[in-house]
């Protein structure tokens, strides 16, 4: 089967709801790249319209940040059949990244500042909690190292390199993880809580990070091992994608190693 008879379907968690600091930023990376190798694109939106049955349809979920307000909605509606249908495609397999608000709604729970629990999907084995309007929140820069192991090998394969990750991150709610595997331990910046070193976590082929949209777009090569796996795990064949010209994207992360004083 050639590249133009293929077709990933993207499917967009909440865009309304859960898109702050440039998430859209990780739907428009995957669609370009893989537009750009030939493939048909599909940006399906999942949110109050869609049924259980349009969440299972897609290839690479894509989720993003949100406040603490709207995590709320979100969660109302991601119920029953819908939240099984989520629980199901993550379990087996489906590749996808969640920024932010959206792990902590794929955790155990998240405590906001203000309000109750927002009980989550209990996917990813982690809570998240908010100290209070008054505890300083988590913003700036960050750079991670991969080191959940499966991730961290494919990516160096892709790539010929140690996978480090450059993003920036936004948020009030400190996450712990329980048996769930990190992304990475964070190089620069605070990551999950700004205590014990780690950011993100990794489960099946879900990527749950507090990088905001721009990290698809900072980091490409990510990108590619999502549209990678999401094909391979639907046409059950070997996929290789053509190479692109990254040189613009390899040298602003190149400025922002050496702007942070990062050695790898
Ligand atoms: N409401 C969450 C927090 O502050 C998530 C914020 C976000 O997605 N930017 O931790």
């Keep these: 089967m050639s590249s133009a008879q293929m077709e990933i379907i993207i499917g967009w968690l909440y865009p309304k709801l859960m898109s702050t600091y440039g998430d859209r930023g990780n739907v428009i990376t995957i669609e370009r790249r893989a537009q750009w190798r030939d493939y048909d694109v599909t940006v399906l939106p999942l949110d109050q319209n869609s049924t259980a049955n349009d969440i299972k349809s897609v290839d690479v979920i894509v989720g993003g940040g949100a406040q603490d307000r709207q995590q709320e909605i979100v969660m109302r509606d991601l119920q029953g059949a819908k939240a099984d249908a989520m629980r199901e495609k993550i379990e087996n397999g489906t590749p996808g990244v969640f920024t932010c608000g959206s792990p902590q709604l794929l955790g155990n729970y998240y405590e906001p500042a203000f309000g109750k629990r927002i009980e989550g999907l209990g996917i990813l084995d982690l809570v998240s909690i908010h100290p209070g309007e008054n505890t300083k ?87 590619d091992w999502l549209i990678q796996t999401a094909l391979r795990l639907k046409y059950q064949q070997e996929i290789k994608l053509s190479p692109l010209d990254d040189t613009l994207a390899m040298q602003g992360r190149e400025a922002m190693f050496k702007r942070l004083k990062v050695s790898r």
Aim: hydrophobic letters at 35%; one cysteine or more; charged letters at 20%.
């Design 137 to 223: 929140r988590c913003i700036g820069n960050l750079v991670i190292e991969v080191t959940a192991s499966r991730l961290a090998q494919e990516l160096e394969a892709m790539t010929g390199t140690k996978p480090y990750l450059v993003g920036f991150e936004n948020h009030g709610g400190r996450t712990k993880l329980g048996k769930v595997e990190a992304l990475g331990r964070v190089v620069y910046g605070l990551g999950n809580n700004g205590e014990d070193g780690t950011e993100g976590a990794f489960y099946q082929n879900a990527i749950a990070t507090y990088s905001h949209g721009p990290l698809l777009p900072k980091n490409p090569f990510v990108a």
